[in-house]
């Protein structure tokens, strides 16, 4: 059977901005299919609910609009042009998108952290529901254990991924208790997320727990690679890259 594993990842899409294929498009999409390689989309919950491809909380870097994606409505985003993009590509609902891949390239999806716990219960059992009947390789993973819980209690069995880094960069956890930024780095959650592979950050490989559990079998991907240079010295750690800016196998 066919695994995110088998092939590099495409990093929401094999993109490229200054040729006009945006990120999480479906023009990068296909660029990626193009060229055989899995790909990394993310999801986000709109304000009435509705499961979007998009990265960001906010509009503005994509789109050139302001707002919050959590406080528009689904069909209002997915109007939005985005920024730069040569072919008019907009938002994708995640039912479009799984419409569009159909099965041809193993995806890797990203459930995003939700502002309230309402809201990670929400998107990922919206999430779980609308890819129960999808025929082709599909994982998810998530940065929150408890969004990984929720997913599995939507009746999801399949390959689940923490997704996790060396918790050193404020700006990136600077608002997470130390306590906490503790338990994250070390994978103490297991017990509560039961996450069967990791993805991990390119310069965080070595941390201990990611090391324990790869030497007991557990598959790692690693986030994320942008220099082929890197490449070699990346999957001495880790079982798969997932990039951006770059041709792995060119």
Known sequence: MTTPFDRPIAHRGLHDRSRGIIENSASAFEAAIARGFAIECDLQLSGDGAILV??????????????????????????????????????????????????RVPLVVEIKQQPTAAGNAEIAEKSVEIARDYRGPLVFKSFDPTVLKAVRKAGYSGQLGIITYGYRTPEWDGHIPAHRRFMLRHLLHWPLSRFTFISCERTALDLPAVR???TFGMNVMSWTVREKAHVPGVRAQADQIVFEGFDPEA
């Open 212 to 214: 324990f559990f790869r």
């Open 54 to 103: 998009f990265h960001d909380h906010d509009l503005q870097r994509l789109t050139g609009r302001d707002g919050n994606i959590h406080e528009l409505a689904g069909n209002e985003i997915c109007a939005m042009p985005l920024l730069d993009s040569a072919s008019g590509d907009t938002p994708q609902l995640f039912a479009q998108f799984l419409e569009q891949i159909a099965g």
